[in-house]
């Protein structure tokens, strides 16, 4: 009997001739795996359906079962610009490029296809034509001991190892599978789960050709009230569209209405005939040359439990979300990628292979299926349902928020950014190579490491900013300086020059040099060598500042004012500002490998920026020269830290007009060269640049630390100790500072102290924020961690957050698949 058993081949019955058991017979054939497809309609794909948007997920996992070069080849809309609008017209978003956006995120850009067409194109793609069995409509399973009898309405039974309900929303193999456990198992199920399932929404779609006036580049999106609509480009003149209206009432399971008369159609559409598409196209338009389509309730839903025993489902009969994220079928694809995985799993674990599975063994794979599944289609599930929300104005604030105020503030991109993180998350077929197309965006499965979960990550960040609290708190009781009757070089002789004077900049001017001079011209030598060697620690931060400032990722917030940062450095020093601008960094930075790029001519800019507005002027004002020349270098060096990114910029718009001067470009080519521009994010072309700007930053803040550690090492009058500690209590009241020069010693002490200790935690976080998000490995992080702890002491702050900068810099480029 155990013989026997041991040699049953495995063997899957499939229910449902759509996406979900198409896509599986194809990934079983490619495994040479037995199944038989039953399918209830008499032919495979009929002309029914609406357009479906096939997105990067979806379009990865049929390149890997070689479906995704033919459906390229049917030619399908390249369209170019999505548009948010209300109903009455009014313009909410417009993401141009989109179809380039996505393919160059991850490979594949959305393509909008026919459903007939895609049922078609993978149906060709069986090999096993055999296999697939029509006019079967299941009405029964029955389980036995090593496998499942599926019974069709004509009385055929077909005998299996596991039976894979695909058979959509309306699943017969999930409510046997139901009605079986309550009999096997009663209670493994919550009561009639069908009957929880809510539809909130119904639309009327199809498939529209040759509409005069409208646009075949364009997608819409509109936003309404209580309704909206969706109308995107397909082939051959082909417009699909789809508007849907939210029930007054939701209706749940049965109560759902299945179908709509001819009359209810006739008067839906009558209602909105007039909402506008576009100039001169309104939704009658595309109801008049509309060629297929229908009307339908939308149910939004994901299964709390897709498997019992030997049967399981997949697909709609699964997970069914709102269409606005055009993610039903990709969903669909995802889950037979996961069964086949799953299955692949325990075939691996098995000597004997797959041939008389074990009760035991199948479980295993419905576990792997549900437990990597459920939570990802809840997320997708959810998303496009917060969609439907905005879309449909059921939260007028919510939809004033995203539609009117949002867009004020964020890239031009960000309808696709929103979509981006449910692709990436998407799984493929791990037993399948993957096919190498160039981008950028690493889907999950390509992380060198796996993310970290949003509990620890949100706990990391709290420690973080609490650290930056406790800093900002400690500046607050150090940092003490009279600024009062400041109005003498180094307190002996006046500052008389034409930009001081008492009142306003002038005497601001004055003040800052009147601080500074005690430091400088000090008779100190300790205090003049640490002012020296924490000015040149400045370069690190005026250098990462202007390049985040500058990066894509930054464009829209308020990291992209570096000088403004660091004119407040000047005004409050660097300690107050160091811990918000690192918070600020944390919080709203994003690490997108396609948000990192920063322009190249704006990093060519960035050495001789450096140079020229920051280290020649601190060069010139460490240096003892006369006194008027020494107070004017003073004067001048107040503005150095935002004069750098302020030459950047200047710099960089002097390279692009010298590159432009004397070329004349048609509208055209203009209009070519500002969507390069906007695509260029997702080149590196800039990190060589980055990188040797970086180096020259290490190399001179390094140079500086170390000649100052041996200086003060050999120096008989000198100590580190004396130096760089020996700070009074900050929670002391009094410190009693002898004079003003030692008043400003510690100032500057404690304002190096602090600022140096936040930026190295930043410096910290930032290795956390990328093994957080899988780019790096928890053993590279360690490293990295550990490099900034020896680097602060080894080759001084500055030279570590630059060099620190650079790893960045290399790990998140590193993604980029070429
Ligand atoms: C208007 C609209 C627009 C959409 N747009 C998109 C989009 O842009 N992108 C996207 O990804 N998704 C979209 N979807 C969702 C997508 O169509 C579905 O998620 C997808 O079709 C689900 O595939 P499936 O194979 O699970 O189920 P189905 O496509 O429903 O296939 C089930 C199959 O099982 C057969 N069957 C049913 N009962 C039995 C039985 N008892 N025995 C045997 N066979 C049976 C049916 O005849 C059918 O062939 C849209 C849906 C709608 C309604």
Redesign the pocket.
Known sequence: MGAAKDQKPFKVVI???????LSLAIMLEKFDIDYVL????GEIAPAI???????PN?CRILDQIGCYEPLKALGLAHYHTHRVQGYDGRQHLVCRDGYEHYEKRFGYPVLFVD?PSLVRLLHNKIQKKENIQLN????DIKLKQDGVQVHSNDGQIFEGSIVVG????????RETMYRIAKEVQPGYFAENPSSKVPCYYF?T?GIAKDVPNLSLEEVYISQGKGFSYFVFPGHNGQVFF?LDEKYSKTPYGDDIQRRFSAEEEAAFIKKYSNTRIADKVRFQDLYDHRVVGGM?P?HHTVYDKWSFKRIIT????AH?PN?GT???????FESAAELVNGILNVQKERPQGLNGLEDSDVKKIMDYVESSRISRARKVVDESYENQVVNGTENPLKTWIALRVLPNFVKESFLIDAQCGLMADAPSLHYLPKPQRPHVVPFKDELPAKPVGQIAAWAAWVAFGGAMGATIYLAGKSMRLDVSNRTLWANAVPIIRPWASSKGPGNLLRVMTSIFSDVIASENLATRVQAIHFLSQLVGSILVWTVEGNREANRTNILSLPALFLTLIQLRGICHIAPYWALLHSALSDTGVHYRFVKPDIVNSLVPALTLGYLVPSVLMMIPSNVVAWQDWTALWQFAPPMVPILTTVFSAGLRWWRNLGKHKTKEEKKQEAKEERLAIYSDDDVAGLKSAYSYATLVQATSHIVTMAYIYTHPDLSLGKIFCGLPNPFEKNWNSPNRATEVGLFFKYDMLLSMGALAAHGLYSIWQLRRDGYVRTQDAVKAALAVVFGNIVIGPGATLTSLWSWRESAISGLIRK
Do not use: H
């Open positions: 229910v449902g001739g759509g996406f979900a058991g039953l399918e209830s309609r359906g609406a357009g479906i948007a096939v997105c979806g459903r079967k409509r299941v009405s695909a058979d959509g929303i309306y699943s017969a193999v639309a779609y789809l339908t939308l997949m697909g709609d009969s069914k269409p055009g993610m039903g079928a990709n969903l669909a």
